[in-house]
């Protein structure tokens, strides 16, 4: 679903992003973790076509992200951890808002709109105004824009600052229902537990480079951490990762 090659980017003579490689896979649900400054939301952003490379590759689904960027981005879905809403819509006027953009007619806001504000429990708050909505709601009325045009790769950026447990629990289920289908979803969390819970592949980055990449058991086995938890694994493998200046790519091809 996603594949990066030799992807760089660099702010004059700062180097943000080191040469990375990086698939990952149809129906994943992948965790890309990091301390505060490792390059994470760089990364986000070029995925999602934000910011533009200095250098390498980005296809999302078999598209260029850069030479067949309409159709790339077409198939992403991007939540970033402070989404911008039009306050003075209400939630239905900012689903339409969203479908203008991705050129979907008014008959799918109409279903597919109201299924979503009613799945996510917003069908009594769609025609108020979203500057009423409380914070989770505010997020829960992303995640259906978000949705909306049935994207085939989810980036999301912190999706669980400040929900509480209800909230954060039906996110996590509706990253596991978009994994079934066969769709991607591309975490980045601080919240460790969660990432744990829910991704079957994880990547820690650290001054601009992947320092780490495998299962929940394959990074315990490279960090020789036996049954600890995701916090002691990454806590060992940044701590490392910061004593050494050479960077070995621990990727492997994905199918």
Do not use: W
């Not at 992807?7 to 080191?18: M, N, V």
């Not at 760089?42 to 850069?66: K, S």
């Not at 970033?80 to 953009?101: M, N």
């Not at 992947?210 to 394959?218: F, Y």
């Amino acid at each position: 679903m996603i594949k990066v090659e030799q992807l760089e980017k660099r702010y004059g003579s700062f180097q943000a992003l080191h040469p990375l490689d990086l698939h990952v896979r149809p129906g994943e649900i992948f965790g890309f973790l990091g301390p505060n400054g490792a390059g994470k939301t760089t990364t986000i952003r070029l995925l999602a076509g934000v910011l533009p490379p200095t250098a390498g590759r980005i296809t999302i689904d078999g598209f260029d992200l850069l030479t067949d960027t309409v159709q790339a981005q077409q198939r992403v879905g991007f939540i970033p951890d402070r989404p911008y809403l039009h306050e003075k819509l209400t939630g239905y006027e900012f689903l339409e808002f969203v479908a203008g953009i991705y050129g979907l007619p008014a008959s799918h806001v109409r279903t597919e709109g109201r299924r979503l504000l009613e799945l996510y429990e917003l069908g009594p708050f769609a025609d108020r105004l979203i500057e009423g909505y409380s914070h989770g709601m505010k997020q829960r009325l992303v995640l259906s824009a978000t949705l909306l045009h049935e994207p085939r790769l989810m980036i999301v950026d912190e999706p669980m600052v400040g929900l509480d447990p209800h909230g954060a629990r039906q996110i996590k289920d509706v990253f596991r229902e978009i994994a079934a289908g066969g769709r991607t979803v591309f975490l980045s969390t601080h919240t460790l537990d969660v990432a744990e819970e829910v991704c079957d592949r994880i990547g820690i980055i650290n001054k601009g480079r992947l320092v780490a990449l495998g299962t929940m058991a394959e990074l315990r086995a490279s960090a020789s951490a036996g049954d600890a938890d995701l916090e002691e694994v990454f806590l060992a493998v940044v701590e490392e990762a910061g004593r050494s200046t050479a960077f070995v790519n621990p990727d492997q091809d994905a199918p």
